[in-house]
């Protein structure tokens, strides 16, 4: 059955993944999903990566938003955002496939934005659940903020993975900072979201109408995270848990 969501422009974000990103476009296709329109917002990728994206342009009729050389994270959503004409933006980095159910679970998502004005982004896709949550309805449940809430994960009320927002979204919560690390990018959104009294939807069943695909071929660009935080020491983890919890806690309150 198909669904077209004419309201919603899909955002994709790409950086040398020509092959993911036709993955996803196929798998939108597959599932026959459409929307008022497409951005692809590239950040400098290699020759081969562009004479791809533009082979696929011709085929899917996306917007193709390029740029002479890699500008990171910021700078790519910003311009891509920029391009975005619709009420509302669907934003998915390349290298996700949608699940059989997607349209259902997304419809509802767009309806309950639709419904309820104060809403500025409803959340598919997350490594970790949101710690704070409060039942709402179709299997999406509310985030809650709690500045001093002792879960340090708060920080994440925002989050680049997939994700349906409204195209003023910048007028809110301004832009992506540019010229930063990609982990530094999101966590000053993540900041700002909080600060300017974002609201948001988190589907319950987070890692099931999205999948991340990372092959072989094109793995995944995100390779810079030290091993201080990754690390699963115990002395290490509980230091850095402490930090952490101080360093949002000031971040959010100053």
């Known amino acids: 059955m198909?669904?077209?969501?004419?309201?919603?422009?899909?955002?994709?974000?790409?950086?040398?993944?020509?092959?993911?990103?036709?993955?996803?476009?196929?798998?939108?296709r597959a599932l026959g999903c459409s929307f008022g329109d497409i951005v692809v917002s590239d950040d400098g990728s290699k020759p081969e990566h562009l004479s791809r994206l533009n082979e696929l342009k011709e085929e899917y009729s996306f917007n193709l938003i390029t740029t002479p050389e890699n500008r990171g994270l910021g700078n790519n959503i910003n311009k891509g955002q920029d391009a975005v004409k619709t009420s509302y933006t669907l934003y998915v980095q390349e290298d996700f496939e949608p699940a059989a159910d997607f349209a259902l679970h997304f419809g509802n998502a767009l309806n309950m934005m639709d419904e309820k004005e104060e809403l500025d982004i409803v959340r598919f896709y997350s490594y970790l659940k949101y710690p704070y949550l409060r039942p709402y309805k179709n299997g999406f449940s509310e985030m809650l903020i709690k500045p001093w809430g002792f879960n340090y994960k708060k920080i994440y009320y925002y989050s680049d993975h997939p994700h349906l927002r409204r195209t003023s979204f910048f007028e809110k919560f301004g832009r992506y900072p540019e010229g930063l690390k990609g982990d530094r990018t999101e966590y000053l959104m993540c900041v700002s979201f909080i600060r300017n009294k974002g609201k948001g939807l988190f589907f319950d069943d987070y890692k099931a109408l999205f999948y991340q695909k990372n092959s072989e071929a094109e793995p995944s660009t995100m390779t810079y995270r030290s091993k201080w935080t990754q690390s699963n020491n115990f002395f290490i983890s509980m230091v850095r848990?402490?930090?952490?919890?101080?360093?949002?806690?000031?971040?959010?309150n100053r």
């Open 2 to 28: 198909a669904s077209h969501f004419d309201s919603v422009t899909l955002l994709i974000t790409h950086y040398n993944r020509s092959s993911s990103l036709e993955h996803l476009l196929k798998s939108y």
């Open 241 to 252: 848990d402490l930090y952490r919890q101080l360093k949002y806690n000031y971040d959010l």
